[in-house]
Nanobody
Framework: QMRLVESGGGLVLAGGSLRLSCAAS????????MGWFRQAPGKEREFVAA????????VYRDSVKGRFTISRDNAKNTVYLQMNGLKPEDTAVYYC????????????????WGQGTQVTVSS
């Protein structure tokens, strides 16, 4: 299992930007697809974005397409989520996760999770 540590969350005005980072431990980081999920108070944890092992393919939930970009640096064992044009409805705790599959969007397909970082967007 991999240890994941998120950072970069905070409070931002609507329309602003944040860049989340997720540092992974372990020499097998490059063997895992990576994903970002989020959970707002009282709601289920939902998929946000995912990226393949090589970084060559990505997938996003519809509501963040064109605003969020997932990327990874396998030399640094880090995955990023660049969030632009933030909206109040993006407010949530954001989690990164690792999957042994080529790519995944379902929670059950991710075996390692970080502790999360809070993102708050004020209107």
């Amino acid at each position: 299992q991999m240890r994941l540590v998120e950072s970069g969350g905070g409070l931002v005005l609507a329309g602003g930007s944040l860049r989340l980072s997720c540092a992974a431990s372990g020499r097998t980081y490059g063997s895992y697809a990576m994903g970002w999920f989020r959970q707002a108070p009282g709601k289920e944890r939902e998929f946000v974005a995912a990226i393949t092992r090589s970084g060559g393919n990505t997938v996003y939930r519809d509501s963040v397409k064109g605003r969020f970009t997932i990327s990874r640096d396998n030399a640094k064992n880090t995955v990023y989520l660049q969030m632009n044009g933030l909206k109040p409805e993006d407010t949530a705790v954001y989690y990164c996760a690792a999957s042994p599959l080529p790519i995944a969007t379902v929670k059950a397909d991710f075996g390692s999770w970080g502790q999360g970082t809070q993102v708050t967007v004020s209107s």
